[in-house]
């Protein structure tokens, strides 16, 4: 048994097998293929703790088995919600071994995203942190069940398996059954059964334009390729100490190059509990570390920083940084105040990445997002009717290529409309590109908000509010803020005397992630539309980039026409 999901045609599937982008191994070989000294060389570095990769590979191998023992199968699906901690790969690669098919949420994902994920994927097993605020019952009565009680429904508590603070090196110790069963994972356990290195090895996480979370099936073959292919490009190798500070389960992380990236080539990752400089400067003085991933807001952050710190940063060589788009200024700041080089990264969930190359001129470095890390990723910049534009116009990016998904899993009706019939997704965002195919990224079609790199999807959020009794409408668009890039704004048409306080309660109560909470709501008696009748999001917008929103400004009662 094996997940579903669109296959690539054959003729391409063929073509890449024949390039050697595909060769048919399991993505769990970025760890198993180091043998000898290189496997006695530290993977992952965790607080106190250190994992070599004949660890992370035995740890790996024991949890599978005891996996396998509960009655987890090839072909079964996991929803996996664990903080920036070692435990995240050594759960990732544990499932991989026994062919199961995860969803790792981000750590900052409420009850209403993970129950989500649960209907479309019905996980046969769950992994959580028992730390997480939603796992146990809410004292406040915000939530009057907890994400346990809930999930427990479908999985069963005899399949959900918490992670307690570990307390050494075995951090199998660490796991336990939520029936209060031990893990029992023998010394000598190991997965039976290959890993069917064609299939599908997870989901990534989509940032959502359509109301409901979509899951993206990458395949080993697809994920690996997309592994390798970044660690040539940025030219990784067994020196390289990465800091992972961003979560440790989104697509940059993981595989831009990422944590896999430095695991096949056999480098350390180090893991942050989160990426502010007061708990990142300190790791990187002590950790020698060479290589960080950031979003735009969090170098602001470190930028800030840098000039007064104590803390010495000279070991670090390269910060990437992606998710959102950089500003010229900002970049122009990197090799003077962080002292190292930067690389500008603008990938996505569903594949393609684009990276500056580490020699690029400065130019191209501070001003472009970068160009397609393969050579066999398509690339078309189409008008709103399908046309290419004029060369240096900007359109919609559309692209195919070995690494970049065939389809959303079963959303056949949402496919239909961001693939073309030549298998070209529609990434939903507006791109320009330079005569030597460097891409700048300008807007997007989509109808999201970029909260520095969380993207919010506006219409769950609409969804979610129009649920409440008193609102009639609600519609969320993005406003222009200094730090985050963007944040977002919902204005709601409600009954006289809704209060903006128990609008927010109500999403609270629905699990909403926090990031997804508008961070203004402005209530509204009109909504202005376009000729053809929808909201005139355009215009929400206009209004608030004149407005220079004050965020800390009490919601305002005003009246928005067209
Ligand atoms: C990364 O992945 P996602 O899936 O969270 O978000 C993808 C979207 C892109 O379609 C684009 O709208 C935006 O995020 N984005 C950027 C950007 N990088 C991503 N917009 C402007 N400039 C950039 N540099 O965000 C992601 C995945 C892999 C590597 C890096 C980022």
């Not at 993206?216 to 390798?228: A, E, K, W």
Request: proline share 6%; charged share 20%; aromatic share 8%.
């Amino acid at each position: 048994m094996s997940v579903v999901h669109t296959p690539w045609p054959d003729d391409l599937a063929a073509a890449y097998r024949a390039k050697g982008y595909w060769r048919d191994e399991p993505l769990t070989d970025v760890i198993t293929r180091h043998k000898g000294e290189t496997a006695a060389a530290t993977a992952i570095l965790c607080g106190e703790r250190a994992f070599s990769y004949t660890a992370l590979d035995r740890l790996s191998d024991r949890l599978a088995w005891a996996l396998q023992r509960r009655g987890l199968r090839a072909g079964d699906t996991a929803l996996v919600q664990l903080p920036n901690r070692a435990e995240f790969y050594v759960v990732f690669f544990a499932l991989l071994k026994c062919g199961a098919v995860p969803v790792n949420a981000l750590n900052n994902h409420g009850a209403f995203e993970l129950l989500s994920y649960a209907g479309q994927i019905e996980p046969r097993l769950a992994v959580l942190w028992r730390g997480h605020a939603l796992v146990e019952p809410d004292p406040r009565g915000e939530r009057p069940d907890s994400l346990l009680g809930q999930l427990g429904g479908s999985v069963g508590l005899n399949r959900v398996l918490l992670l307690d603070e570990a307390a050494d090196d075995d951090c199998l110790d660490g796991f336990a059954w939520a029936d209060g069963a031990a893990l029992d994972a023998a010394e000598d356990g190991r997965p039976e059964g290959a890993i069917d290195a064609k299939g599908v090895a997870f989901f990534q996480l989509s940032g959502g334009s359509t109301g409901t979370p979509k899951l993206i099936p990458r395949t080993h073959n697809d994920y690996l390729y997309s592994v390798r292919q970044s660690v040539e490009v940025c030219g990784l190798d067994a020196t390289c100490r990465f800091l992972c500070a961003l979560p440790a389960p989104h697509n940059f992380t993981l595989s831009s190059p990422g944590a896999l990236g430095v695991f096949l080539a056999g480098g350390t990752v180090v893991m942050a509990g989160d990426p502010g400089p007061a708990t990142c400067f300190p790791l990187i003085e002590r950790h020698r570390v060479t290589w960080a991933a950031l979003v735009p807001p969090v170098l602001t952050l470190w930028l800030a920083e840098a000039g007064h710190t104590a803390a010495d940063l000279s070991s670090l060589e390269v910060v990437q940084v992606g998710g959102a788009k950089l500003s010229a200024s900002f970049a122009e700041r990197v090799p003077a105040e962080l002292g190292c080089r930067l690389q500008q990264v603008f990938g996505m969930a569903e594949g393609l990445v684009n990276y500056t190359r580490l020699d690029d001129d400065p130019w191209t470095v501070f001003n472009t997002q970068g160009r397609p890390m393969s050579p066999d990723d398509e690339i078309r910049i189409l008008d709103p009717s399908g046309h290419p534009v004029a060369p240096g116009e900007a359109g919609e990016l559309w692209t195919r290529g070995p690494y970049t998904f065939r389809g959303y899993y079963k959303a056949d009706l949402h496919n239909a409309r961001v693939f073309d019939a030549e298998g070209f997704y529609s990434s939903g965002d507006l791109v320009s590109r330079t005569p030597e195919g460097n891409l700048i990224v300008c807007g997007r079609s989509k109808d999201q908000i970029n909260r520095g790199g969380e993207k919010i999807d506006a219409q769950e959020v609409e969804d979610v509010l129009a649920g409440h009794a008193q609102v009639n409408f609600a519609a969320v668009v993005a406003m222009p803020d200094a730090l985050m890039g963007e944040r977002s704004c919902a204005f709601v048409l409600a009954a006289p005397g809704t209060k903006a306080s128990g609008l927010r309660r109500f999403l609270r109560e629905r699990g909403l992630a926090d990031y997804k909470m508008p961070d203004k709501i402005v209530f509204v008696d009109s909504l202005p539309k376009t000729a053809v009748g929808k909201i005139d999001k355009q215009l929400l917008r206009e209004t608030l980039k004149r407005e220079q929103p004050d965020l800390n400004a009490a919601p305002v009662r005003s009246t928005v026409t067209a």
